[in-house]
Every structure is written in C-alpha cells, then in structure tokens.
Nanobody, 123 residues
Framework: QLQLAESGGGLVQPGGSLRLSCVAS????????IGWFRQAPGKEREGVSC????????NWLHSVEGRFVITRDNAKNTVYLDMNNLHPDDTAVYYC????????????????WGQGTQVTVSS
C-alpha cells in the first residue's frame, strides 16, 4: 500500500522552530516531487513549498521565504520541512504530497497525500 505519513507537528511559541517529517511507504520518495501544503481553520488549503526530484526548492508563499526549507534524506525515504521563526499565521494543518515528476508545479495534482499534522504557533 502506497502511503505518506507526516509527523513533527505541535505547539510552538512565536519565533520558534519545528521540523516536520514526511515518510513514504510502498514507494521511493527519491523519484517524486514533494510538495508541502497547509490549511488553516476556515481557509482553503494552500501550497507552501516544493522540492523537485533533484532537490531544488521552490517556496510558493512569499511569507515563508528565508524561514522554511525542504530537505531530502533518501536513505530514510523521508522529506523534511524545517520551519524557523514561526509566526501565528503559520498555524495550520500541514500536509505533504508526492507526484511522480521532475520539477515542481504549483497545483494540487499530487497522487499521494499524507493525513496531515497540526502546527500551532501561539504564546
């Protein structure tokens, strides 16, 4: 069974950091573009960042530039979203998604999605 699973969410104070993990089972993440999306309460889901098959990062939101970084660990079949200097506006459920492609494309046409992990930024 092909699945993605996120972990690492939680409650963090403004200015803090979190590392989200996205682990694949049943397929090899190395061959996929990985996107991170989020959905805040009462809002539509939005694309946050993406990493191409060859590790090129694309931040889709201007607000995360310089704060969010995606890295791959192919040996662990895992992709990470490192989030620094978190703001209350970053509060959302975060999802990772995979598509068998080379380059990042800013849409939601991803074949596999995780169940999401809650990130809450609050003092």
């Amino acid at each position: 069974q092909l699945q993605l699973a996120e972990s690492g969410g939680g409650l963090v104070q403004p200015g803090g950091s979190l590392r989200l993990s996205c682990v694949a089972s049943g397929f090899t993440l190395e061959n996929y573009v990985i996107g991170w999306f989020r959905q805040a309460p009462g809002k539509e889901r939005e694309g946050v960042s993406c990493v191409s098959r060859f590790g090129v990062l694309s931040n889709w939101l201007h607000s995360v530039e310089g704060r969010f970084v995606i890295t791959r660990d192919n040996a662990k079949n895992t992709v990470y979203l490192d989030m620094n200097n978190l703001h209350p506006d970053d509060t959302a459920v975060y999802y990772c998604a995979a598509r068998r492609d080379v380059f990042c494309i800013r849409d939601e046409n991803y074949a596999y999605w995780g169940q999401g992990t809650q990130v809450t930024v609050s003092s």
